[in-house]
């Protein structure tokens, strides 16, 4: 080895020595929060250069299934793991919400200008094939004013599992006894009826292209696209469109059925509240409850914690509806509780 | 040369000086030559040692679903992921006819663009026809499932269906109303989509038939159609077989495109109409999110279904060719 190669190899040497206190975490799953995550982790990693910050949005199945097999430090996911899920990994497992998410039905009615308003049971038996057209009754009894064509509804759903669906489904779960009973709630499911589209875009583009037919997409997508999207009448009886305000309104509704001890796994589907718009959901992260390496731990929850706090700030330019603010002191305490060694791998926000 | 080196050449017995083993042991002679061969032979046995494998994965993971749903799951028809019920019939069924379909379509199409440009077509005309079609295959799929949703499907719903039902409208296969995804939508898309395959082997095949089969044909009184028919046709009908096979097995596991406009829905019904699934299109759809173990074995076992299914056409295919092609016939030997 000559001289020069040593030196350079030295120099590669010492450059790489801060370094040795790098921490690298990888996450994967839900598809949904991925591009609030992506800039998340891009603007961490850059006030913390010594954290890096992966996550791969392969969806919440893939996340939940990567996360138990520990081949990820984190994981994200639309739906709460299952109970059954938890005891397979010894229950070593933290559900904390992110941000919140919102399904919209969209449609396709060229000729009506005004936002079509639909009740619970209409959408749920809609998709079950038992209202089949636009002029239905149950449907103009609530609309009125708007001329409803004599058309075939087309039913588009989900073709792709997903999260989408799931909290779609569960609405409907809770708001049609029917529903419940024959299709109920899931990533994937039997559809009575209706068309599948794969992803949020393919079931856009065939709502789109097909006169008469309704579908659900994610808000922020709908909102991106313009689609017309129906205005829903919430668990408290009052029509409510849906916007980023009307879904924090739907996790404080949540929160005051949460208690101090819950874990996270709330659905906040058909909640009260006033103004909750009613088909939200949380997205959640997936956290061990304990860390072998505890530096691991340490920069995971410290980067969760400035997520709840300075990254709340991005979601609503992103398309993402913020969690409420009293959700801090619940998640602050979850994540005290996260252990490496016999010891919490933080103390709270004071501690730093 | 009489006497061999006796060089102790792996599976070679020395001391047999047949022309075989000479041959060998002159190829084996060189250490560099060996170590070639070994290389080439360990490069030829993974893909073997690769098909085994998947195939080996394919069939542990199903084994829960084998196991639960028995050979039941090949003509049962509920997919409820929600009550872990699973049938795989309306997607075995759906990717059957949607190929078959899409071959019905595409034969006569690449047959005769192919005919066309060997038989023909003036000199000039040959090369970009033919840079075209080919130029089909290069399109992403995602790309013609795209067009598919905004061209294809409006098209058939305001110009093709209404004639087709309005005509044929008292038969089985066109019931229903046409909501635009369908089986239909699903055929021609893949149909479009194999043309180029087809195509380009077909042209191949019939420029490899001498012109002697020609100038006979001519010879005796044929027409240039008649010599086609007759003598061209004929002698390359084992390469064309080949081609048309080869476009089944690209329908038979097309994903994107097909997933984009079928429909997507786990039935079966006779009419086109209707929309309908693929296997392929319900693994790419489902496995991404399929959260439970049992949900996921049955996803394997489908595509374990796909896979035999493909051994199985790609061994008729070949049994066929054997037969049509015993003598000379054109490409036979590369099939």
Redesign the interface.
């Known amino acids: 080895m000559n001289r020069t190669t040593s030196l350079v190899l030295a120099a590669m040497l010492g450059a790489a020595l801060p370094a040795a206190a790098q921490v690298t975490l990888n996450g994967a799953g839900a598809t949904f929060p991925n591009i609030i995550y992506q800039n998340w982790m891009l603007s961490y990693n850059q006030a913390h250069p010594d954290v890096k910050l992966n996550y791969q949005s392969?969806?919440?199945?893939?996340g939940?299934?990567q996360f138990s097999d520990g081949t990820v430090d984190f994981g994200g996911t639309d739906?709460p793991m299952?109970d059954s899920?938890i005891a397979a990994i010894n229950g070593n497992v933290l559900h904390i919400p992110t941000v919140l998410g919102a399904v919209v039905v969209a449609y396709n009615l060229p000729d009506v200008t005004q936002p079509v308003k639909l009740t619970p049971d209409v959408i749920a038996d809609i998709f079950l094939g038992k209202v089949t057209k636009w002029n239905d009754a149950r449907i103009a009894s609530v609309n009125a004013g708007v001329t409803l064509p004599n058309q075939?509804i087309?039913v588009v759903h989900r073709?792709?599992?997903?999260?989408t669906s799931f909290v779609f489904t569960d609405y409907l779960s809770k708001v049609s006894p029917d529903w419940a009973q024959k299709?109920?709630?899931?990533?994937?499911?039997?559809?009575p009826v209706?068309?599948?589209?794969?992803g949020n875009e393919?079931v856009s583009?065939?709502v789109r292209?097909?006169p008469g037919a309704i579908g659900y997409t994610e808000l922020g997508y709908a909102m991106i696209n313009k689609m017309p999207f129906a205005t829903i009448q919430n668990q408290a009886g009052k029509w409510i469109a849906p916007s980023l305000e009307s879904v924090t309104a739907a996790a404080a509704g949540a929160m005051k059925d949460m208690g101090q001890n819950t874990d996270f796994r709330v659905s906040i589907t058909n909640a009260q509240g006033a103004q909750a718009y009613p088909i939200s959901s949380f997205t959640w992260l997936l956290i061990h409850k304990t860390y072998d390496d505890s530096a691991k731990g340490r920069a995971l929850v410290q980067f969760v914690w400035w997520a709840e706090n300075d990254g709340q700030g991005k979601a609503t330019e992103l398309g993402y509806a913020p969690l409420p603010k009293e959700f801090r002191a619940l998640i602050q305490n979850r994540l005290k509780s996260i252990m490496s060694g016999g010891r919490a791998v933080w103390k709270g926000p004071s501690a730093e | 040369m009489t006497s061999l080196p006796n060089l102790p050449i792996e599976g070679i017995p020395s001391g047999r000086p047949s022309t075989e083993t000479r041959w060998q042991s002159l190829l084996g002679a060189d250490r560099s030559d060996r170590i070639y061969r070994r290389i080439l032979t360990g490069f030829a046995l993974a893909l073997p040692a690769l098909i085994l494998t998947l195939f080996g994965v394919l069939l542990v993971n199903a084994l829960p679903a084998l196991k639960r749903f028995g050979p039941a799951f090949l003509w049962t028809s509920t997919w409820d992921p929600v009550a872990e019920v699973y049938g795989a019939a309306p997607m075995i069924f759906g990717t059957m006819v949607s190929s078959f379909l899409a071959l019905l379509l595409a034969v006569p199409l690449a047959l005769s663009v192919a005919i066309l440009l060997t038989e023909f077509a003036p000199r000039w005309l040959r090369q970009p026809v033919a840079f075209l079609v080919e130029l089909l295959a290069a399109i992403p799929s995602v790309v013609y499932g795209t067009w598919g949703i905004f061209v294809l499907i409006p098209f058939l719903r305001a110009h093709v269906v209404p004639p087709l039902k309005a005509v044929f409208g008292w038969t089985p296969f066109l019931q229903g109303v046409f909501y635009g995804n369908s089986l239909l939508a699903g055929a021609i898309i893949l149909a479009i989509m194999i043309v180029p395959y087809i195509a380009a082997v077909s042209r191949e095949v019939l420029l490899a038939v001498p012109t002697s089969q020609r100038e006979a044909a001519l010879a005796m009184g044929a027409t240039r159609w008649e010599a086609v028919r007759s003598a061209v046709l004929p002698y390359g009908r084992a390469g064309l077989m080949g081609a048309v096979i080869l476009g089944l097995g690209r329908a038979l596991g097309e994903t994107m495109a097909v997933t984009m406009v079928i429909g997507n829905r786990h039935d079966i019904g006779v009419s086109v109409l209707q929309p309908a699934y693929t296997m392929a299109a319900a693994i790419a759809n489902e496995f991404s999110e399929a959260t439970t173990s049992m949900y996921l074995s049955a996803l394997f076992e489908v595509g374990l279904i796909l896979f035999v299914l493909t051994v199985i056409v790609n061994a008729i295919a070949r049994i066929l060719i054997w037969r049509v092609a015993r003598g000379t016939a054109v490409g036979s030997r590369a099939l």
């Open positions: 392969i969806g919440s199945g893939g939940i299934r739906a299952t899920a075939d087309i073709s792709d599992g997903s999260g299709v109920g709630k899931g990533a994937s499911l039997n559809w209706g068309l599948g589209g794969r393919g583009a065939t292209q097909t």
